[in-house]
């Protein structure tokens, strides 16, 4: 089996036969966690859709230096316009609820503080974290093969995201207490928005303004899942019904 050539996402626009600069925290990446050498081939994208083979030439000690092949037009976005409006919940639970929806391919993910959610951050804190997240969107296209960053919206009181939220498609919240699951629902186009809550869920007066909104109740069955088990599930199943899985 062939060794998979690291990728790299470089922020600024890339061009074929370019030749560029790492430092910081991707000069350490490059160096450090993948050893990469001079000589060393890669994938490098901007983010902007499509990739560029890349050898590294010179490696120092505080940067790196590579210069880009020709570009490939390769897409991996899914054909869905997915949107995932989660709950913050504690600990690593919305950083594996982010990862994974990204690899399963969301669009955007927009991070909400609920009333049960244990988290309460302020602005200092809710820059961190979002810097935190940021960061684990970008890793997971590196890991999972998407050339397109997708959004990371700032952080917002729930109340306040449902109060100017306007649909453009087909909208779903996560209710042990829904009727039907997602399969069961009609979807004419436009973008799906699937909305988690934290560990402790929505509660009543949550829900209520949810629907509305113009948002549907789904049940993902008997079982209690935990908040980044039901991300995961909701987005699987939302793919595996209209996406590509």
């Known amino acids: 089996m062939t060794e998979?050539?690291?990728?790299?996402?470089?922020?600024?626009?890339?061009?074929?036969?370019?030749?560029?600069t790492l430092t910081g925290d991707q000069h350490h990446y490059l160096t450090r966690v993948l050893r990469l050498k001079a000589g060393s081939?890669?994938?490098?994208?901007?983010?902007?859709?499509?990739?560029?083979?890349?050898?590294?030439e010179e490696v120092q000690r505080t940067s790196s230096t590579l210069r880009t092949g020709e570009?490939?037009?390769?897409?991996?976005?899914?054909?869905?316009?997915l949107r995932l409006a989660q709950g913050v919940g504690r600990g690593e639970r919305t950083d594996i609820a982010i990862q994974k929806a990204v690899e399963l391919g969301v669009t955007s993910i927009v991070p909400l503080l609920t009333q049960r959610g244990v988290v309460r951050l302020d602005p200092s804190r809710a820059t961190?974290?979002?810097?935190?997240?940021?960061?684990?969107?970008?890793?997971?296209?590196?890991?999972?093969?998407?050339?397109?960053?997708?959004?990371?919206?700032?952080?917002?009181?729930?109340d306040d995201w449902l109060r100017d939220y306007r649909?453009?498609?087909?909208?779903?919240?996560?209710?042990?207490?829904?009727?039907?699951?997602?399969?069961?629902?009609?979807?004419?186009?436009?973008?799906?928005?699937?909305?988690?809550?934290?560990?402790?869920?929505?509660?009543?007066?949550?829900?209520?303004?949810?629907?509305?909104?113009?948002?549907?109740?789904?049940?993902?069955g008997p079982r209690i899942l935990r908040t980044e088990t039901a991300a995961i599930a909701a987005v699987t199943a939302i793919q595996s019904r209209w996406g590509d899985l």
Do not use: K, M
């Not at 081939?41 to 590294?56: K, N």
């Not at 453009?168 to 829904?178: A, Q, S």
């Open 41 to 56: 081939g890669l994938t490098v994208f901007d983010g902007s859709g499509g990739e560029y083979p890349a050898v590294i």
């Open 167 to 220: 649909s453009d498609g087909l909208d779903l919240i996560l209710d042990p207490d829904g009727a039907g699951g997602i399969g069961e629902r009609d979807y004419d186009g436009g973008t799906i928005t699937v909305l988690v809550g934290p560990e402790g869920g929505f509660d009543e007066a949550e829900r209520d303004a949810a629907v509305a909104a113009g948002f549907r109740r789904v049940s993902l």
């Open 4 to 20: 998979r050539e690291p990728r790299i996402y470089f922020p600024d626009p890339l061009r074929a036969e370019g030749r560029y």
């Open 128 to 158: 961190r974290r979002l810097a935190h997240w940021q960061g684990i969107v970008v890793h997971a296209c590196q890991q999972c093969g998407r050339n397109r960053i997708p959004p990371l919206h700032p952080i917002v009181a729930l």
């Open 71 to 81: 570009f490939r037009d390769t897409a991996n976005e899914s054909p869905l316009s």
